[in-house]
């Protein structure tokens, strides 16, 4: 599928999937949305520990994990973060991302957000002295994660309407099965479908206000 280069309002970056007319991130603020959903509703609420463990469902052009590896430097923590994408960037596609230019006070920023793309596949790659990455290559649908080893998982794929076996019951037993006790999925979507499969994975499902643009999103705690 063909992939275009956006901009989005708040001036960041984003691609469109040019067939669905889908896009990576909202097209009201990519970094906006994402600092919402992912750092706000999920990283700060366990940025408190002095290591976050944390696993994603698609990791795209990246955005969700730059911010995230930018607040833990920032906070003095240490990161282990996997991140799950069967369709990666190209070289051509990721170097013209601007995500960097918007956090000047990550000084490391340009650098980190280059060798987060370019390390290799399916092995654990240290980014910085806090920060360790493993990019998994692999269909979520048969994805092998650790069983109660992540703190928080990051549910980033595209919307229930152009890809819903990715929102299955089984994907989010896959994500429940992968979370401590106490651990936290967050997600941009809000679907009842995708309430549904969630709570029938186990979670217990937490409404609470979107990013500008969206109305709601959702959290799903393992209790």
Known sequence: MKRNIIITSDGSHSLEIEEWGETYHSIHGAIQESNHVYIEQGLMKFIHQEEVKIVEFGF???????LTMAQIIDKQKKLIYHTIEAFPLQKEEYEVLTFSTHLPDFKQGKEVFTRMHEVPWNVMCPLHPQLVIQ???VPFEIVELTKDYFDLVYFDVFGYQFQPHLWSEAIFKKAYDSLKHGGTLVTY????????????AG????????PP???EMTLAHKR
Not at 60 to 66: E, H, I, V
Not at 203 to 210: L, R
């Open 189 to 200: 979507a809000c679907r009842s479908a995708i309430k549904r499969n969630m709570k029938a």
């Open 203 to 210: 979670f217990t499902i937490e409404i609470v206000p979107g």
């Open 213 to 215: 643009g969206k109305r």
């Open 60 to 66: 795209g052009t990246g955005l969700n994990a730059f």
């Open 135 to 137: 990019k998994l290559l």
